[in-house]
C-alpha cells in the first residue's frame, strides 16, 4: 500500500498553514487532544480569546448600543416543551448514511455534495437515498457503496434533574431564550416596540460528521438579535441610513437556476423589487456587511444567498444567509437574516396558553367583543386550597381563547400543573370600549457566527510579505496585541529600559507584550505573524535622548519618537480606526 501524502493544492497549503500558525501561536486548536481529539469541538487560547472579544465588542457598537437594544442572557438548556413548542423536536434534523457494512454514520447530503451532485436543503430522505445507492458513494471508512437513510435529531439531549422523564436538550440557538422570556421583557421594556433583544453565548448542535473543522462546529458561539415589531407598521425608520448601500445579491429566482454570480443593487432597489421583502430585514442586512467588511473582508468576497421556500428554517417567511469567499471552503455562510413572522411568540403562546401580544395606543377608542373568563373562585379555593391563589394568578395571565380551547378539546385545562375541569371556569361574550390595539409582533433575525468570523478574518488576514514571512494584517481594533516591545540588547540597561516602556503602556490600557528572545529580525517576525500593529525597539540612543523606533507592521516603516509621546500615538491610531 502507498503511504504516500499526495501534493495538495496551494488553497489547501494556505489553509493548513493558517490553521498551524492558530495552533501554534494559540489562536484556537482542535479539543481534548491528549484523547485524540473531538470532531466539532475546539479551545480558544490567550489570543483567540481576545481577538474574540474584541470582534464581540465591535457587534455591539454596530447592532447593540447605537440602537439602544437590550441585551440578556438565558439558560443553555431548557425543557422539551420549549423545543417542542418551537417546532426544532420536530423540525431540527439532518439525512444521516449508515454504511450498510461497517455501520459508520455520515451526514448523506455532504457526502453527495463532495462528489458534485447537486443537494437542496429541503431534498427529500427518498431522492437523496436514490443518489446515495447509485453506485458512486464510497464510504470514506471501508468503501462500500450500500447505504441505509434517516434522519437524526441534531439537539443535544440531557435530563434535568435526577429523573430521566425530565428531558431536556441544550439549545441550538439562543433565540428561544429571547422568545420565552418576551412577555417579561416586553414589561420590563415598558411596552417599547420596536423592541430590539440581542444574546451574545453558547449554542449546540449535535452534527453527524463534522469535518470542516471551525468551520462546522458541535459547540460554537452567536450572535443574535431578535427585532420585534408591529405587522401593522412595519417600516424601519434607520432605512434611510443604508437604502443606497449595495448589496451583492443572489435571490430566490438566481438559486433555481443554479446561478453562481449575485445581482449588485442598493437597499433600496432590492425593496422595491421585492426581493427583500421586509425593510428591516434589508437594513441588518446592510448592517451585516459593513460589518464584515470591518472585519477586513471586501465587499467582493461577500454576498447574500437566498434560501428557497424548501431549504428555509421552519419558522422563515423568508431567509439570506451572508457568506463569505474562503480559499479552501468556497462560500461559507458567517451570519443568517430571518424574517420569523410571529411563528415563534404564536407557537409559544399556543403552547403554554399565555398571551404574548403587544399593544400600542389608539387614535379614537373603538368597540369590541371579547371573551371573557369568570373562574369560580370558591371551587378553585375548595379543590386546592394551598395553590388557590398561584392558580388563579395565573389563569388570569392566560388568554381567554386558549383556555377555552383547551376546555372544549381535552375536558381541562392544565394550570400550575394542575389539571382544572369545565366546572372549574365560564365564559361570556361582552362588548367594550377599548383605546389600544392588541397584536402579535413579527421578528426579523439577524444571527452571526462567531468562530466562522475568527477564521474567515485570519484567512483574510493571511499574508505573505515574502516567502517565509508571514503578516497577519489584521484591522487595528481587532489585533490581539497592539504594542510588542523588544530591547536591542540584554546589557547596559536596555532590558531595564524595555520593561519599564512595556509596564507604562500597559497603564495606559494599551495590551502589549515583552519579548527578548532572539534577534530583532525573529522577534519581528513573531509579532508580524499575530498581527501586533506595532513594534517599539529600545537601543542605545533610547538612553541618550529618550527616542525610540516605532515599527509599522503592514509597511515595515520605521521612524524615531519620544518615549513620552508613544502611548498617545498609539492610542491615537487605535480610536482612529475604530469604526
Not at 136 to 155: A, R
Not at 280 to 290: E, N, P, T, V
Not at 483 to 490: I, K, N, R, T, Y
Request: with cysteine.
Amino acid at each position: 500500500m502507498d503511504d504516500t501524502i499526495p501534493l495538495k493544492s496551494a488553497k489547501e497549503s494556505k489553509a493548513e498553514k493558517l490553521l498551524e500558525l492558530a495552533r501554534r501561536r494559540g489562536f484556537f486548536w482542535q479539543a481534548l487532544e491528549i484523547y485524540g481529539g473531538v470532531s466539532g469541538f475546539v479551545s480558544f487560547g490567550e489570543l483567540g480569546v481576545k481577538m474574540k472579544n474584541r470582534m464581540i465588542e465591535l457587534w455591539r457598537d454596530y447592532f447593540i448600543h447605537r440602537h439602544g437594544f437590550t441585551e440578556v442572557d438565558t439558560p443553555l438548556i431548557s425543557p422539551y416543551i420549549v423545543f417542542e413548542a418551537s417546532g426544532h423536536v420536530n423540525s431540527f434534523k439532518d439525512p444521516m448514511a449508515e454504511c450498510s457494512k461497517c455501520h459508520k454514520k455520515f451526514r448523506a447530503d455532504h457526502l453527495l455534495i463532495d462528489l458534485g451532485h447537486y443537494v437542496s436543503e429541503g431534498m427529500s430522505l427518498k431522492d437523496m437515498g436514490k443518489e446515495m445507492n447509485k453506485g458512486d458513494v464510497k464510504c470514506p471508512e471501508c468503501g462500500n457503496t450500500k447505504w441505509s437513510l434517516g434522519h437524526f435529531l441534531t439537539m443535544f439531549e440531557t435530563a434535568i434533574g435526577p429523573y430521566s422523564e425530565s428531558e431536556g436538550f441544550m439549545r441550538p440557538e439562543t433565540a428561544q431564550g429571547i422568545f420565552t422570556e418576551f412577555k417579561r421583557l416586553y414589561e420590563v421594556s415598558r411596552g417599547k416596540m420596536p423592541l430590539g433583544i440581542a444574546q451574545i453565548g453558547k449554542a449546540f448542535r449535535n452534527e453527524i460528521s463534522p469535518r470542516q473543522g471551525v468551520i462546522r462546529l458541535r459547540e460554537f458561539s452567536m450572535m443574535e438579535i431578535e427585532l420585534f415589531f408591529d405587522p401593522s407598521n412595519s417600516n424601519c425608520p434607520l432605512l434611510r441610513e443604508v437604502e443606497e448601500e449595495k448589496l451583492r445579491i443572489l435571490p430566490e429566482e438566481l438559486v433555481e437556476k443554479g446561478v453562481e454570480e449575485p445581482l449588485i443593487m442598493s437597499v433600496k432597489e432590492a425593496l422595491n423589487r421585492r426581493i427583500i421583502k421586509q425593510e428591516w430585514l434589508a437594513y441588518f442586512m446592510a448592517l451585516s456587511k459593513r460589518f464584515v467588511a470591518k472585519l477586513g473582508i471586501v465587499e467582493d468576497k461577500q454576498r447574500f444567498h437566498a434560501k428557497l421556500p424548501n431549504e428555509r428554517a421552519h419558522y422563515s417567511a423568508q431567509t439570506y444567509d451572508h457568506e463569505v469567499f474562503l480559499d479552501k471552503f468556497g462560500w461559507v455562510e458567517v451570519a443568517g437574516h430571518a424574517y420569523r413572522t410571529d411563528y415563534d411568540l404564536q407557537s409559544h403562546a399556543k403552547k403554554s396558553s399565555m398571551d404574548f401580544s403587544a399593544s400600542v395606543e389608539l387614535a379614537e377608542p373603538i368597540r369590541i367583543k371579547r371573551l371573557k373568563m369568570n373562574i369560580d373562585v370558591k371551587k378553585i379555593g375548595a379543590a386546592f386550597p394551598e395553590k388557590a391563589s398561584n392558580i388563579m394568578e395565573r389563569l388570569k395571565e392566560m388568554s381567554p381563547e386558549d383556555v377555552k380551547k383547551s376546555l372544549d378539546e381535552q375536558g381541562e385545562v392544565l394550570v400550575e400543573g394542575l389539571k382544572l375541569p369545565k366546572e372549574f371556569v365560564g365564559f361570556d361574550e361582552v362588548e367594550e370600549e377599548v383605546k389600544v390595539r392588541r397584536f402579535v409582533p413579527h421578528v426579523v433575525e439577524p444571527s452571526f457566527g462567531i468562530e466562522r468570523l475568527v477564521y474567515a478574518t485570519l484567512e483574510h488576514a493571511y499574508w505573505k510579505k515574502e516567502e517565509d514571512r508571514v503578516v497577519l494584517k489584521l484591522p487595528l481594533y481587532l489585533a490581539p496585541v497592539q504594542a510588542a516591545v523588544f530591547p536591542l540588547v540584554l546589557r547596559d540597561g536596555l532590558k531595564e529600559r524595555s520593561l519599564e516602556v512595556w509596564e507604562n503602556l500597559r497603564r495606559k490600557g494599551i495590551d502589549a507584550i515583552y519579548d527578548d528572545s532572539g534577534s530583532i529580525g525573529r522577534r519581528y517576525a513573531r509579532a508580524d505573524e499575530i498581527g501586533v500593529p506595532f513594534s517599539i525597539t529600545i537601543d542605545y540612543q533610547t538612553l541618550e535622548d529618550g527616542t525610540v523606533t516605532i515599527r509599522d507592521r503592514d509597511t515595515w516603516d520605521q521612524k524615531r519618537m519620544d518615549i513620552k509621546e508613544l502611548s498617545d500615538h498609539i492610542l491615537g491610531a487605535l480610536r482612529s480606526h475604530n469604526p
